[in-house]
């Protein structure tokens, strides 16, 4: 079984696809992860994030290996090297959606992706990013595609990062800028644009707790996965 959870920055993804891990025992795929390590190493390296030529070699020399944390969670190895909150600095974040532009990385990530959804040791995965439902799993039986206001997003995304010490009290409306400037590039690449798949259930998550999205995600799931079997 694979559940495909896609949508903007901010708009709970992360935190709702944990939680249905947890609850059916299925594994966490964290893409975004993905790009964000690939802009990791291109930053690491002074490659430059724009250069399709520069970006796929980088790709080619590059050891990815997916592991799963103790609580859940995903964690991403580059070349051997266990990358944690370094993937999570804003200027990591901001080159992650620009080699998310590149078609080059995308076709490099794309079977990475895809062989951990062919996993036949897990029950299920849920898998969330921008166009796993459009592109990396069409077949999903179980697609959402979140969204929310922004200035609800910019909250969430701000009292994360103050949690994990990355920005002071006065910068919410610093990221509030930089989550719609990189939804605005997510949104309009020619390459995997982020939008929902066809058959995707659209869910508002603006004024709903986790849990209310997660108890109506597993009603969702349960049905399918009936109807699938
Ligand atoms: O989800 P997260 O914010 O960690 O993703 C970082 C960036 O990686 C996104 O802004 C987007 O540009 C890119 N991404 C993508 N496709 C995915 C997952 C992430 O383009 N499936």
Wanted: aromatic letters at 4%; one cysteine or more; charged letters at 30%.
């Amino acid at each position: 079984m694979i559940v495909a959870i896609d949508g903007p920055a901010g708009a709970g993804k992360s935190t709702v696809a944990k939680l249905i891990a947890a609850k059916l025992r299925y594994v966490y795929l964290d893409t975004g992860a993905l790009y964000r390590a690939v802009a990791w190493k291109a930053l690491a390296t002074g490659t430059d994030t724009t250069s399709p030529n520069a970006m796929k070699r980088l790709c080619e020399s590059t050891q990815l290996t997916i592991r799963h944390a103790e609580d859940g969670g995903m964690v991403v190895e580059v070349d051997g090297r266990r990358l944690t909150s370094e993937i999570r600095a804003p200027e990591v974040t901001r080159a992650a959606a620009q080699v998310a532009a590149i078609a080059e990385v995308r076709s490099w990530l794309l079977p990475i992706q895809q062989g951990f959804g062919r996993r036949k040791d897990v029950a299920g995965i849920v898998a969330e990013g921008r166009d796993l439902g459009t592109r990396v799993f069409p077949e999903a039986p179980v697609k959402f595609f979140f969204k929310a206001d922004l200035e609800e997003r910019a909250r969430r995304r701000h009292q994360e990062l103050m949690t994990a010490g990355k920005v002071n009290a006065s910068d919410l409306s610093e990221t509030s800028r930089a989550l719609d400037a990189r939804d605005g590039q997510d949104q309009s690449r020619d390459v995997s644009p982020l939008r929902p798949a066809e058959d995707a259930e659209v869910i508002d998550t603006t004024s709903l707790t986790a849990e209310e999205v997660v108890e109506h995600m597993l009603s969702t799931i349960e049905r399918k996965a009936a109807a699938h079997q």
